[in-house]
Nanobody
Framework: QVQLVESGGGLVQTGDSLKLSCAVYGRMFSFYSVAWARQPPGKSREEVATMSSDGSANYTDAVKGRFIISRDNPKKMIYLQMNNVNPEDTGRYYC??????WGQGTQVTVSG
């Protein structure tokens, strides 16, 4: 049974930085792509950052230059460094392993 557990969300102000973490349990990790997605209030979930098994990263335009996705294969961890956040970044953030394995999410709220 694979389990993904996100942490690091919270209430921050515009311009702050925040780092989300995702721990992966129960599956070989290094062969899979990983991703972070977010779901703003009242909207559908959208992927904002992806990273392939070889470490190649891609970002949606809304976060490009501000967010950084990374992975630690030996520790089976996925990270999202969020810099210079703004209220449009508010939402529940989910990590994903492979094509369709998701965590339960962590809430990020940006005020100001």
């Amino acid at each position: 049974q694979v389990q993904l557990v996100e942490s690091g969300g919270g209430l921050v102000q515009t311009g702050d930085s925040l780092k989300l973490s995702c721990a992966v349990y129960g599956r070989m990790f290094s062969f899979y792509s990983v991703a972070w997605a977010r779901q703003p209030p009242g909207k559908s979930r959208e992927e904002v950052a992806t990273m392939s098994s070889d470490g190649s990263a891609n970002y949606t335009d809304a976060v490009k230059g501000r967010f950084i996705i990374s992975r630690d294969n030996p520790k089976k961890m996925i990270y999202l460094q969020m810099n210079n956040v703004n209220p449009e970044d508010t939402g529940r953030y989910y990590c994903k392993l492979g094509p369709n394995t998701w965590g339960q999410g962590t809430q990020v709220t940006v005020s100001g």
